[in-house]
């Protein structure tokens, strides 16, 4: 009886996690579209140079946010029908996908406090050689990609110790990014610090459910095994000689 109510308990609780975590995995999956086809991302990633650094942080980015949000919608889905039906396969198999995610969650949380400079860095110098192009010669090609950069980050220009960026800030700043007058190189800190913080917290988060899941999940999978041991105890069949 005691056995019972506790896998009871136990398969509420798995039930709520599963949900928890498929939600999450569609917010991972959500965030990862963002930053591959999100006006701010596309647009530094457009003008971005093949070598740039930034275009390998977009693409593993988006590469990997998929690959775990999937993991993750999988772990929760498995785990919720392991539930159902006390399978222990089922349930192996759910926590084979919890550890899964885990092993994929922890590295890029550790390489987003690792790196935490990294990818701000590289979008800066991707704006940094737009702007020093455009400044060096007027007639270049960049002139529109600085112009859509001023419109998306609705800013104008960067501050510059020498004096002599206001031609450029004249002429490549459209209206509502001229009317703001805000320094682009801090806008885009500002709008990343922003992104990132929202990473961090539900990679964090993400963590501690996948963690929960595989601590129900082996949990449940023993009180299955344990359970059918207990329902054969006592119950024997005849042979004939």
């Not at 056995?3 to 398969?11: E, I, N, V, W």
């Not at 928890?20 to 086809?37: E, F, N, P, Q």
């Not at 459910?209 to 059918?228: A, D, E, K």
Request: one cysteine or more; charged letters at 15%.
């Amino acid at each position: 009886m005691g056995l019972r109510h506790g896998m009871r308990s136990m398969k509420c609780q798995l039930m709520a996690a599963s949900l928890c975590v498929m939600l999450l995995g569609l917010s991972i999956a959500t965030l990862s579209t963002v930053t591959r086809y999100g006006l701010h991302f596309s647009t530094i990633s457009n003008v971005a140079l093949e070598s740039s650094s930034y275009r390998a942080i977009y693409h593993a980015a988006f590469y990997v946010g998929v690959c775990l949000s999937m993991t993750l919608i999988l772990a929760a889905l498995l785990s919720a029908v392991a539930t159902v039906r006390e399978s222990r396969f089922l349930t192996a198999t759910a926590f084979f996908c919890f550890a899964l995610a885990f092993c994929g969650l922890t590295p890029a949380a550790c390489w987003r406090y690792m790196h935490s400079t990294e990818v701000e860095d590289s979008i800066l110098d991707v704006y940094d050689f737009v702007y020093e192009e455009v400044r060096r010669n007027g007639s270049s090609s960049r002139r529109h990609e600085l112009t859509v950069i001023h419109e998306v980050f609705l800013c104008c220009g960067k501050y510059s110790p020498l004096g002599d960026t206001a031609a450029v800030e004249h002429k490549m700043c459209p209206g509502m990014a001229w009317a703001a007058g805000r320094d682009c190189l801090q806008e885009m800190r500002g709008f990343l610090k922003k992104h990132m913080g929202f990473v961090s917290t539900l990679l964090s988060i993400t963590i501690g459910f996948t963690v929960y899941g595989m601590v129900l999940t082996s949990f449940l999978w023993f009180s299955i095994h344990f359970s059918n041991n207990l329902d054969r105890k006592g119950k024997y069949t005849l042979r004939g000689r």
